[in-house]
């Protein structure tokens, strides 16, 4: 197995035992070109994972499209063998953020305590 595909595979693993709906989107044909590698959705949280393999990094095209996923309020990763297993601890940290008595609480460190 390539390692790209081995990055891809252990982030899926890890979606699908989070319970987060996620699909590899089509790019060739009808389908947008510099969509991130998995598309995917947690607690109604909007998420796009652009996996690569080694140093190698996102097209620039890869790089706009993360950037307007960050613009409107999504999760954009990049993640390769390095970082993947820290895939579960982004997208839950991105979706602890609460309001409370309108103070936006960041739920990192609750999130350690409760591990």
Same mark, same amino acid.
């Given at each position: 197995? $390539? @390692? ?5 595979r ?5 979606? +699908?035992?989070? #319970? ?16 991130p ?17 080694g140093?190698? $990094? @996102? ?6 499209n993360?950037r307007?996923?960050? +613009?409107?309020? #999504? ?6 063998e390095e970082n ?14 609460i ?8 739920m990192?460190?609750?999130? $350690?305590?409760?591990?």
């Amino acid at each position: 197995m $390539k @390692p790209e595909a081995r990055v891809k595979r252990t982030v899926t693993s890890y979606l +699908k035992n989070m #319970g987060a709906y996620y699909f590899y989107p089509i790019t060739g044909g009808y389908g947008g070109s510099g969509v991130p590698d998995i598309v995917a959705c947690y607690q109604g949280k909007f998420i796009g994972i652009e996996c690569k393999s080694g140093s190698n $990094k @996102p097209t620039p095209l890869q790089e706009k499209n993360l950037r307007d996923i960050t +613009k409107t309020e #999504g999760l954009a990763l990049v993640v390769n063998e390095e970082n993947m297993h820290t895939v579960v601890d982004e997208i839950v940290k991105f979706t602890a953020i609460i309001e409370v008595e309108g103070k936006e609480i960041d739920m990192e460190n609750i999130y $350690k305590m409760m591990q």
